[in-house]
């Protein structure tokens, strides 16, 4: 079943210089139960093309369809809201300051109207729980915790309206490096028991290839090449796929590419 589909899909943005198409004509597709790495440098033009697909930005042309073609990302963001969530690549940024994590995931609750009011406390414990944070922590604020987990906060808040597709924006480029693979992790798990597609948007082949079963590769608001991430990883055909893949070495293996070699699982900690 497809969860997602862009049909044509371009972003222009009006500059000084004239017109700019940061995303040109992209055709995508997400399955349900599938994650899907967007893999590029950095104004390749996979943000935008992600922030189109949730409704934050207005294709120029083409559209996005959602939901098998019941919903498209131009209705309404609250009925969006409720089949499509997106974690941004700055938790501290997404998060109010002036609230504590309870009142941040409390707040949606009653938005979408999740639970009745009396049991939002305990909807608020299991998603602290399901996501890697002590309950003890709920009456904190944001300045008050780590990047990680922060970002396990905005993980929790995206999951509250039951989405079935998350796009996850750069989720760990913001986190310690000795916590990047446990936020991974949980994405892989949350994919394995809740059933939610995930959109994956990253510059690095490594990760690309150890959290998915599709890449999707941009270059200059383009898709160069898609296909199923350890083929395409591993023997690309594109040259800018391949030059990407060539780029991607690892210095603790004195420079054995990270393909070859996908890091290992690490306890999941906060």
């Not at 055709?27 to 934050?56: F, M, N, P, Q, Y």
């Not at 509250?160 to 986190?175: F, K, N, Q, R």
């Not at 040259?239 to 306890?267: F, H, I, K, W």
């Amino acid at each position: 079943m497809s969860l997602l589909r862009t049909r044509g899909l371009s972003v222009t943005f009006k500059t000084a210089r004239g017109p700019l198409r940061a995303v040109d004509a992209v055709d995508i597709e997400v399955s349900a139960g599938e994650t899907v790495a967007l893999v590029g440098e950095s104004g390749c033009g996979k943000s935008t093309l992600a922030r189109a697909v949730v409704g934050l930005e207005t294709p120029s042309e083409g559209e996005a369809v959602l939901d098998d073609g019941k919903t498209s990302a131009a209705d309404g963001r609250r009925r969006v809201a409720r089949f499509l969530q997106m974690v941004f690549q700055d938790p501290d940024a997404s998060l109010n300051p002036r609230m504590t994590l309870s009142q941040a995931l409390r707040e949606p609750l009653r938005v979408h109207s999740i639970v009745p009011r009396g049991a939002e406390e305990q909807r608020v414990s299991e998603l602290l729980s399901r996501v890697g944070i002590d309950s003890t922590l709920r009456n904190r604020y944001p300045h008050e915790l780590s990047g990680g987990q922060l970002q396990r906060i905005a993980i929790a808040r995206a999951l509250i309206p039951g989405p079935s597709l998350i796009v996850a924006d750069e989720p760990v480029s913001m986190v310690d490096a000795s916590l990047r693979v446990s936020i991974v992790n949980l994405f892989t798990a949350l994919r394995d028991e809740l059933a939610v597609s995930i959109i994956y948007i990253t510059h690095d082949l490594a990760t690309a290839y150890y959290v998915s079963d599709r890449v999707i590769i941009m270059r200059n608001g383009r898709v160069v090449e898609t296909g199923d991430a350890r083929t395409v990883l591993a023997a690309p055909q594109h040259p800018y796929s391949r030059l990407l893949r060539d780029s991607v070495l690892s210095p603790d293996t004195a420079g054995q590419n990270l393909l070859e070699s996908p890091p290992e699982e690490p306890e999941l900690t906060n």
